[in-house]
Structures are given as C-alpha cells and as structure tokens.
C-alpha cells in the first residue's frame, strides 16, 4: 500500500467542524500580535547570538492558558489556538531576516535602508502564507496519517493538555525540561554537546582516523525525536553517519594535502578541524542533496500541484465565495481568487523593489524575477514536506543554493561587486522568508485541522501578523547592528549570515562555487530516491551537524520501545499517547526554558560556568541527565496499564 492510500485517522477534533465558536475578537487580536512582537525581539537575539530560534508556539500556548485562568476566560480553548497561532508569526519569519540581513553589514555594506531592508522580507513573507494555503488540504486533509508533523502535533497536544491528567502530566514534563534546559543553557551545571572530541580517547580517534560522534541533549529536541518516529528519525541519522563516518574520512584520506583557509589561516585539510571540513566541503554534498530532494519532491507532487492550478482557475471565474461556504468551517481556506491575485501582486512588486534598487536593466529585473518565483514553488514544497516529516525546515541550505545559483546567473547578467551582492542578498531575504513562513505557517494549519480550528481566520490573522513581525524583526537586526555589531570582538555571531557572506561576496567578485559537491548530492538522492528511501530526510541528516541529528534518533528509538513495550496493542497505543504528551511538554518546557535563558543573554546575565562545562566532568554529568530524562519520559509512558 502506498503512502498516498494509507487510511486516514479518525477526525474528532475537539471543536466540532458542525459548531461556529468565537475564534476571533480583541483579546486574542491584541495578546496574539503583543507576543508576536516579544517573540520576534528575543527570538531574533537569540538567533542572532548563536544561530538557533525557539517556536513561539510552546510558551505562547502556556501563557494563555494561565492568562485565561487568570482572567477567567470562557472560551479559553478557540481563543488559544488563535493566540499562539498568531503569535507564531513572530518566529516564522525570523529566518528571512536574521540569516541573510546581517551579512549586508559583514560585508561593510551600509548604504541599504531600514526600508529597504523591510520590504523584501514582509512580501517574502505574505507570499509564504499564501503558498501555504494553497498545499493546506493536500498536507494537512488529505495526508492526515502519512506526515506526522511533529511540531504541529506537538503544539497540539499542548493546547488540548488544558484540563484533567493530561494537563497535570504536561505540566510535570514541561517543568522538567524547562528547568533541564535553563540549566544546560543558562548555568553550564552539564554539557550540551555530548561529543567523544571531549575524552582524550575520542581526540585521539578524530586525530588518527577523523571519526567523531556527538549528541545535543536538549529537552526539546529529544521530544521531537519522538514525535518523529524510529523510521524517519534513523533516515535522518543515517544521513548524519553518511556525512560524518564516510564522507568525512574520505575527505582527509584522498586530499590530506590539499590547503584550505580557516578562521584566515591557510593549512593543509590533513590537519585542518574536522567541523572546519565538514563546513567547507562535506556540507555542501548536503546541499545539493536538498536541492535535487526539492526537484524530485516537486515531480512527485506534480499532481497536487495540477490540481491545485486547476482549482484555482475554476476559481477565478466563479462569482462570490459560493464553493467556500459550501465547505464545513474546518475546511475553509481563503477564497483561491484571494491567494492568486494576493501571489501574483507580492511577486510583482519584489519585481518593482528590485528594478528601482538593485538592477541596472529590465533584462536582470525579469530574471531576478523568474528566479525567486521558481525557488519559491519549488523550495516552498522541500520545506513544508521537511516540516511534514521531520519538525525542522533547512531554510538556511535551501537558500544558500538559491544564492548560488542565483549569483552564477546574475552574474552572467551583468551583476557585479557591491551592487551585485546587494541584489543578491535582497533575493534571498525575499525567499528566505517565504520558505520560513510556508513551512512553520503549514504547522500551525496543522494545529487548526487538529484542534478543529477555521483555517480561513487563522490565515486572515497570521498575514496580518507577518507584516507587524516583519518590521520588528529587521529592527532587531538594525538595532544589534549598531549595539554590537556582526564583526570584530564583543560582536554576536550571525553564523548562518556570515555563511551568506562568505559565499556571495567572492562569487560577485569572481569567484566560483564547489559544483562537483552538489552534483555528487544530486545524483546520491536520484539513487536514494531509485531506492525508495526518502531523499530529503536523508539530506537532511547529511546537512545539519551531527549533535542535532543523533537526539532525534534517540526520541524516535524511544517512541519505538514504548510502542513495542507490551504484549497488548492497545495499551502499547495508550502508552505512546502517553509519550505523546510528556514529550510535548518536553517541547514546551525546553522552549520556555531556552526564552528565559534569551532573556538572560539580553540583560546581560552570565552564569555559566564556562570552565567547568568544558571538562569531561560535565560531559560524564550530560550523559547521566540525559539517561534519566528519557528515562522519564520512558517511565511515564509504561505507566500506563490497560
């Protein structure tokens, strides 16, 4: 039985699609873009700092339910669904900004505006919930049991968490795994990343033979791994071995002497770090994986996509909202006419913006054009099926290929230097910002079809949201720029901006980009593919670090041993359920946890005790708490008995 055949669940949500309910008034329109705001301030520093965000959607859904306690609210259900879900705005759009805006200044470029930084990233965005849109009944309806989304399911379980045992258990493990990750990320008490380079043994082993292992024990993504499953979470483990058990000693074994340059020294790749290497070379392996897994997702959709197209011309010549009404509420998106004309009027006023600021003819505007657009469709389907499957989105490898492309192509056209990298960079800010706002914006319509939300007031509310989170996002940019700054001591990191400027800045200048890497990538998924292993998971695995990897597969093998822990089918069913809802408190409480610690970094507190979490001490002290939290979670769940 194929995939696509697979029976659908059962569809119960909790607020019936045959009732209307108060989903939308003043209270959840202002609590909902108030922590849209405050999200996108200290999510975006975050970012900024060490290169990761947290979901609103985790705190936001805490916070609500305690503000509807707290001011005894009635329809404290319909109205924290649509809190967080606007909310959320807040953190999907972030990437567009704070992975490709930064780099404007790394390269000593500050003639771009606050404006013009803006406008790219607000329209990307728009554009982002509109795509969404339009895939909602295909990943949400129709695959229902096929993609497990396991951060929508996640958000899910929190929101209906908010009464009897459940609430009580979510409660326990989101208190455990806040205070876990306050502790790992604020005071250092156990190290972060596990990783064998810590032990002199382990050095020993990556010295001589390159091979290295770690492991991130956060809360959070432990709980992700479980959600994930054992099937997907060991495809994207394996793409991470590929990458750093094979690839990784190829590379040192067959060009030991070849030279490389490394935080501006030149040395031989023989004695070069390994996350130097992997960085420089083996990542991009990684990247045209995801690039071809893009290609091939969309061939295999094609069908979809036929239909979708389809509907939205039958659409376009049809009076009123007849077919809209016609649908139960659960089912209601906005009008296909809406989307087409809202689609087609953001794409062609990127098009103006980038003719009036970046290009020096109508030739380069029209293929700038023709460029982001085709990314857009294509990538957008690589992330929201990266979404669907797995709870993270590359957004950051995505738009990295697109830079390069769009830069060998641009520069073909006649683009050039400092005006070239500006053209360039504003092109990716504007798919950035789709891809991130498509794919985390589809979990949260997944949260809707779950819970038996309107989609239709999600999406009205969620646009909306994206503009107000758009302008606040490159204002955090704006304001760190000129209180920190991207470059030089004291200056926040911006790994995945610096990424972006490394790569544009000598491609505008006549450089060149490792081709024979991604096409090795490309054609190893076509085989993944001929295999009928999933090539995005796979290259997933293959792009992202190691650490981030390996705790997914240890959440997946729980959820396995879980499923597999009774003789009796339904109280193995009862037990994950279970797991289910201790790892989204895991999810919750390790995001709460890590804004806390944001706010820490903010207000410039520090009590991380530096020395003593670089010690193999601290790593022998991650390994036992890491024990014992799946051990909780593990425990939790066999609690269960019939």
Known sequence: MSESNKPRRPYAPRMSPDKSYEEINSYVVFWGLFFSVIF??????????????????????????????????????????????????????????????????????????????????????????????????????EMDGVYPFPSGSAAAEVLESDEGSKAHLMLLSGAVAMVYDFVLNSLGWWQELLSTTTFQWGQA????????????????????????????????????????????PIAYYLGADHTMVVDGQTMLLGTAPVD????????HVGIGMLAMSGIIGLLSMSGVVARVVKRALADLFQKGTAQNTALLRTQQDLP???????????????????????????????????????????????????????????????????????????????????????????????????????GNFMSELKVAYITGATPKKMQQWQLVSIV???????????????????????????PQANAMAAIVGPMME??????????????????LWMMKIPPLAFALGAYLPMGINTPVLVGGLLSYF??????????????????????????????IGSLISAVLHIAGVDWFAKAWAASPEATFAGIVAYFLLCMFIYGMAKRVKA
């Open 40 to 141: 996108a301030l200290a999510v975006g520093y975050l970012c900024l700092k060490i290169g990761q965000t947290v979901d609103a959607f985790a705190p936001v859904s805490v916070l609500a339910m305690g503000m509807a306690v707290l001011f005894h609210r009635r329809n404290a259900f319909p109205e924290t669904v649509h809190i967080q879900a606007i909310a959320s705005a807040g953190t999907n759009i972030i990437g567009g900004a704070m992975f490709i805006l930064p780099a404007l200044y790394i390269l000593n470029i500050e003639e771009v505006s606050f404006i013009e930084m803006v406008i790219p990233i607000v329209l990307g965005g728009v554009l982002g919930v509109f795509l969404a849109t339009v895939f909602r009944r295909y990943f949400c309806e």
């Open 205 to 248: 082993l990556a010295d001589k033979y390159k091979l290295v292992f770690s492991l991130d024990n956060d809360a959070a993504l432990l709980g992700i791994g479980y959600f994930t499953g054992l099937r997907y979470a060991a495809i994207i483990a394996a793409g991470s071995f590929f990458s750093w058990l094979v690839c990784l």
């Open 276 to 283: 130097a290497v992997f960085a420089k070379y083996v990542r």
């Open 336 to 438: 296909m006419t809406q989307i087409v004309f809202g689609s087609f009027v953001m794409a062609i006023l990127f098009a103006v913006f980038f003719h009036m600021m970046c290009s020096n003819s109508l030739t380069q505007t029209i293929i700038a054009f023709v460029l982001v657009i085709l990314f857009a469709l294509m990538l957008s389907v690589v992330g929201i099926s990266s979404i669907a499957f797995t709870g993270t989105e590359p957004v950051s490898g995505m738009t990295i290929f697109m830079l390069i492309v769009s830069a060998v192509v641009m520069g073909a056209a006649g683009m050039q230097g400092k005006a070239g990298i500006v053209a360039i960079l504003m092109m990716a800010a504007f798919l950035c910002a789709t891809l991130a706002v498509s």
């Open 468 to 494: 107000l989170a758009g302008i606040v996002s490159v204002g955090v940019v704006f304001l760190m720029n000129h209180a920190y700054g991207f470059v030089g001591d004291g200056a926040l990191a911006a």
């Open 510 to 527: 006549g450089g060149d980009a490792p081709w024979p890497l991604y096409m090795a990538g490309a054609f190893f998924a076509v085989i």
């Open 562 to 591: 879980v499923s597999h822990s009774s003789k009796d089918e339904k109280v193995n069913a009862k037990r994950l359920g279970e797991g289910n809802t201790v790892a989204s408190g895991f999810v919750a409480g390790g995001a």
